[in-house]
């Protein structure tokens, strides 16, 4: 899960079996932290329980950093973003509404050599966009197949150029602002995805059977036309013993998220489960299509990795573990299924038709084939799976065939308490309350994501600088800044939407009305 690294002194602090670890802020507990000092920063290892990979210090971590390698037209991207998001239409050209289809557009992109029988399969869900997308303009509807699809080793920008776009908001008559990638990550890479997303509101589909992305597409339509919930959030924090990930996660960001938002959106029951008691797998398991089902679930926890050549990779990685875990001084050895709720956790009755669901925690989202925080300047990029794939999880809340979740945020690779902890600042939770409300208020969950992106972009922008200045004016680079930076560069990036970037939550007595989506 969730976890920014813990500083700490190799030989005088105890090792954390979880993996996971808490920013030690300047002032608040030491004056001082120098390279020299540990980075623990790696999941849960499920077959043994002990880090997936050792310790680093921050100086190894800075010599990463000084490897990082984005493209030019990426950092360039980057740097476009970061200047016009205080604009009122940085997300798209002539300030259009992001909540109408009509203007705000949606198309899909396939590989070039996608099989005919998924695009067909998937054919209610489009036929249902292009109703809606094109009703003013056939531009703004979009299928991105054979030809013009997703090409072997294509980046984002050379995709977009093949269609006259290049940085900047994005233009919906050129190629929507919704955008819907199809098949799995080793195809059309997550980085790929990540350089779409940040001017475009993207997401992904990836499934191993023709009949779930059939089974998706009609529990979209079906939410959007025939669906109401209750205006009903919960917000699911689990609080381990003897653990500093889960204890920042559950009183930094869960539990006072769950507050600001009781107070903000007086017309949604918001539920807080945190802890003893409350984070429980079976509880879990009620609010992932049981009677306890919301509209909106946001659970933080931490997710679960495996050896890459274990058989559970594929089936269990980013499983959620709950608060059944006795901790890491309590519990030794090989992580029991008892602790962690995984794909086949979700019975053949479950009801999730038209609930968006918000993980955070390690590969919650997806793994990707190497290992993004063990490479760069000194050594080869570490394996993590046989190929990239889509976490399971997700999989199976999307495509169950009692009926579907609309969208499934994740975080693919690692995911940090630096996300909403910042070194010297203290609790930084505004990117996630923004990021609610606006899911509350009937935003696409695409849309709605634009903060993380906006927060992507900004740190990006800071790192390369720094690294900018080391190189230009032959500066001894601060490990433990540049250390930080690296991981909070790598977390932002990682956010991803598994679903449709353009669903929204269909809540109270609304409606769908026309050139909307949703209710």
Known sequence: MTASPLLRSVSTSPQLASGFSLVLPIGRVQA????TQSLVFNGVNGATGEYLLPPLTTAQVA???LGERLTDQHQK??????????EPTFRMVDDRDPKDLGQAG????FARDAKPE????????????RSVASASDERRYREYTGDDGHRPGESAHDFLARFGVGPGPAKPDKLPYYVLIVGDPETIPFRFQYELDVQRAVGRLHFDTVEEYAQYAHSVVVAETSVTHPRRAVFFGVHNDDD?????SATQLVAPLAHFLREDQTEWTVDAMVGAGQATKERLGSLLGGDGTPALLFTASHGIGFPIDDPRLLSEQGALICQDWPGPEQHKGAMSRDHYLAADDIGSDAQLLGMIGFHFACYGAGTPRLDDFAHHAFQEAAPLAPHAFVAALPRRLLGHPKGGALAIVGHVERAWGCSFDWQGAGPQREVFESTFKQLMEGMPVGAAMEFFNGRYAEISVILTGELDAIKRDNLIPNDVKLARLWIANNDARGYAIIGDPAVRLSVGDAKIGVGTIGG
């Open 32 to 35: 001082m932290v120098d390279s």
């Open 63 to 65: 010599q990463f950093a």
């Open 77 to 86: 991207d980057l740097k476009v973003r970061q200047f016009l998001q205080n």
């Open 106 to 109: 949606w198309g899909v992109i």
């Open 118 to 129: 998924v695009r067909n399969a998937l054919a209610e869900l489009l036929d249902h966009r």
């Open 244 to 248: 500093p990930a889960t204890e920042l």
